[in-house]
């Protein structure tokens, strides 16, 4: 499946290696899928604010629970895949569980209560799915390249998030904008993606862990591991930043003015920019530091809440803040995951990256409310000014954070040239307790043999 090398000094890092086949079949069932829920995102806000009349602190509430509703179930479904060694098994029940709950959005109609335990369920599908997903994909790819996977896999998943609000417009457009049959047809969609992950996505085989590795107890330790600890603290701060698309988006169609069948292009121009960038910014992390451009990313996203907060209008405004969104997402999403994967242990890997993910969602979730809160009572240019100010706090003691992380751990650059980088590689994987390393663990530390052979 990989290219052979010849003639190529030891430990060099060889870019013409091929994308595992595991990411791409992962990828385009995350395309698929991100057709029917950008379906649903690029017309809920509307939906809400504009058709129920919702507040905004009432949408920020919704929003909240929109993500924030994976926190609880992230770790609880990480560590059973992790246990059980079944992460297709759990993807597979979050995708189905995210379907099903299209088809729940159509029969709440315009209650909300019954919109928002769709929405609740939506979320925790996404919630089970996301840890085992992205751990299938690290145990597919060597360390050195998980930035590239990805990127390749984050810029098929914004190529389905860049064609699902075009349907969205077809579809209101063809049923005289009735925001059910958006629903209906997302149902349908998400319902293929489902399908697809049974066919094309197998299971990652490995010997099963010994009863003391995956244990509650050893997932709580996770939470006082060295290097993972500064990861997610940082990313728990840098989710705090993060409003949510539907506010940035409702305050540009307000300031713009834009009529209401234009909302779902906001959606589109950051999806063009996300796929445009992901899979060149995932390499681009694996050459000059996953922190570095984590943190880049999150600046991005502080430069679109100053233009948010500037009296400027017009169009290359609006296309300047939609690329910069696309460019916030590029530079996050994916390398997160990247930059935490390699620091945890292969028996805990789901379990890992599903606290990062909670964290995140957590902070999310108080974000989104505040933001909300703050737009009711103090009006949307005062809420968006005093958001910009705390991004920049945020960032800034994020960045500390994950400089002083980086110090204990491998460089999270796939420049593995160097002898000090392949010794590190066993501890830096988790494979061995802090205080050693093994050898024998250092094909271990990504993933890297697990996809060698013709398994799919």
Known sequence: MYLATVDRPAGAVDRTRRVAPTVLALGAVSLVTDVSSEMVTAVLPLYLVAVLHLSPAGYGLIDGL?????????????????????RKLLATIGYGLSAAAKLGLLAAGAALPGLGAAIVADRAGKGL????????????????????????HRAMDSAGAFAGPLVALGVLAASGQAFDAVFVVSACVATLGVVLLVLLVREHR??????????????????????????????TLLGLSTIGDGFVYLLLQRREGLAAGWFPVLAIGTSLAYLMLAAPVGALADRIGRRTVLLGGYAALLAVYVLLAAPWTGLPGVLLVLALYGLFYAATDGILMAVAGPLLPRELRTTGLALVQSGQALAYLVSSVAFGLAWQWWGAAA?????????????AASALLLRSGSGRSRPDRADA?????????????GAAPDGGARAAATPE????TSDRGARA
């Open 66 to 86: 929109y993500t924030g509703a994976t926190a609880l179930l992230r770790p609880v479904g990480g560590y059973l895949a992790d246990r059980a060694q079944r």
């Open 129 to 152: 799915r996301t840890a085992p997903r992205d751990a299938l994909i690290t145990l597919a790819t060597p360390a050195p390249d998980l930035g590239r996977a990805f990127g390749v």
């Open 206 to 235: 490995e010997p099963r862990p010994g009863p003391a590795a995956v244990r509650p107890r050893a997932a709580a330790g996770l939470l006082r591991r060295g290097p993972l600890r500064p990861v997610l603290l940082g990313a």
């Open 383 to 395: 809420a968006i000014r005093a958001t910009a100010v705390a991004a920049a706090f945020t960032l």
């Open 417 to 429: 040239s160097s002898g000090s980088d392949r010794a590190a590689a066993p501890h830096v994987g």
């Open 445 to 448: 530390v990504g993933g890297a």
